[in-house]
């Protein structure tokens, strides 16, 4: 099951980055993601959230997705003008129509059935990935709907959607990593 989009409505969203964006996490994570991010034209940002990101993906072509009307309103406000309600497990979109898709904050709310559906399709709409993804050496947990993967499965994830892991940014000296996924390396 997908995040609830209530979660993300009303006063949650137009409030979610006051509460983060202060955050060595959050700034840690701008940070790898701009590391990662190659030259490219297009770009998908899915969760697109607030719209985080946009001053990163300068001069390329921008597609948001969120589940959240109330998140597509906030990076609205910031100058995103591509952007859908959908649903990561479907994406609309024609195989390979981006260069580049950028998932952060998304993949542990996933079970873990439904996150290999989501870098399933994110693989086909999108030649790297740069996704977000808490991961443990040995073995899953899951502490309400916050999993954490295991390594292994997360591998066999990647490797079943056809992508190798180019390049990873551990931001917390443990289970949680950025990392840049490509259909065939080097990454551009």
């Known amino acids: 099951m997908l995040t609830d989009p209530l979660r993300y ?3 949650k969203a137009s409030q979610y980055e006051a509460k983060r964006s202060h955050t060595r996490k959050w700034r840690l994570e701008h940070d790898a993601v701009a590391s990662l991010l190659p030259d490219a034209e297009s770009v998908l940002d899915v969760p697109v959230g ?6 990163l993906y ?40 981006f260069d580049v898709a950028v998932c952060m904050r998304l993949l542990n709310w996933l079970t873990p059935s ?3 559906q989501a ?22 947990t899951c502490k309400g709907r916050l999993w954490v993967h295991s390594l292994a499965y ?9 992508l190798l ?7 917390r000296g ?15």
């Open 119 to 140: 870098v399933k399709e994110l693989s086909r709409v999108a030649s790297i990935l740069i996704v977000g993804l808490r991961a443990h050496r040995d073995y899953p």
């Open 50 to 55: 607030t719209g985080r990101f946009f001053p």
């Open 114 to 116: 439904d996150m290999a």
């Open 174 to 188: 443990g289970t949680y990593s950025i990392y840049r996924l490509c259909h065939k390396p080097p990454c551009a």
């Open 58 to 97: 300068d001069g390329m072509r921008v597609t948001g997705v969120d589940i959240s009307p109330d998140m597509l309103a906030e990076a609205r406000k910031r100058g995103f003008k591509d952007l859908h309600l959908g649903d990561i497990r479907d994406m609309r979109f024609a195989d390979g129509r």
């Open 154 to 162: 997360c591998r066999e994830i990647i490797a079943d959607s056809g």
């Open 165 to 171: 892991i180019d390049r990873d940014v551990n931001l």
């Open 9 to 11: 409505m009303g006063k």
